[in-house]
Each structure stands twice: as structure tokens, then as C-alpha cells.
């Protein structure tokens, strides 16, 4: 199945907050989560580029996990 994960970000100078938005294909979401997780960080120079960092612990932003598999 193919998941999109978005992941919240925030930029480290100004706090403007957005979201890293990775799509992996795995056979659950909880293995969907762990795939989109390790691939963005991976994307460290992308992020540090754009002065960004991932947000994995702020309760108001959690990490969306959505099935995509046939849109």
C-alpha cells in the first residue's frame, strides 16, 4: 500500500511552522510512519537548506499518516 506521512517542521529562525510531506510504500501504517520518518531524515540537507527542523513531539501537530493507495 502506498501511505503519504506529513511530518511537522518548523523554520529555526522565524518559528514559521509547515510540514515535510513523504510518501512510502509499506504493508501498514505504523511501518509507513517508521519508513517516512527514516527517509526525511535523510533529507537533512534539504531541511538544514531551508533552515527547517522536524517537530516529532508537539501534541497539537501530530504525525498524519494517510492510506493513498488507490488516489
Do not use: F
Not at 501511505?3 to 501498514?28: F, L, M, N, S
Not at 511501518?31 to 534539504?46: F, K, P, Q, S
Amino acid at each position: 500500500m502506498k501511505y503519504r506521512v506529513d511530518i511537522p517542521i518548523q523554520h529555526k529562525d522565524t518559528g514559521a511552522k509547515g510540514w515535510q510531506c513523504v510518501v512510502v510504500e509499506a504493508t501498514v501504517s505504523r511501518e509507513a510512519r517508521c519508513l517516512a520518518l527514516l527517509e526525511a531524515g535523510d533529507l537533512n540537507a534539504v531541511r538544514h537548506r531551508r533552515d527547517a527542523v522536524l517537530v516529532l513531539n508537539d501534541p497539537t501537530r501530530p504525525i498524519n499518516v494517510l492510506d493513498v493507495t488507490l488516489g
